[in-house]
């Protein structure tokens, strides 16, 4: 089910940004941490945007 779910939204993200930005590159990355061991483990994303 939940397998299901991320696929319906991945295609939903795919789909949007051809129709609203065709001519960016993706600036969406995803990132899977529920594999990283135990569930009491914190994740830290730090991100930078450069807009030029």
Do not use: K, W
């Not at 129709?19 to 930078?48: F, K």
């Amino acid at each position: 089910m939940l397998a299901m779910l991320v696929a319906y939204l991945n295609d939903t993200v795919v789909r949007l940004h051809i129709r609203y930005m065709p001519d960016h590159a993706p600036v969406c990355i995803q990132v899977g941490v529920e594999v990283l061991g135990r569930s009491v483990i914190r994740v830290e994303i730090r991100v930078t945007a450069i807009i030029a």
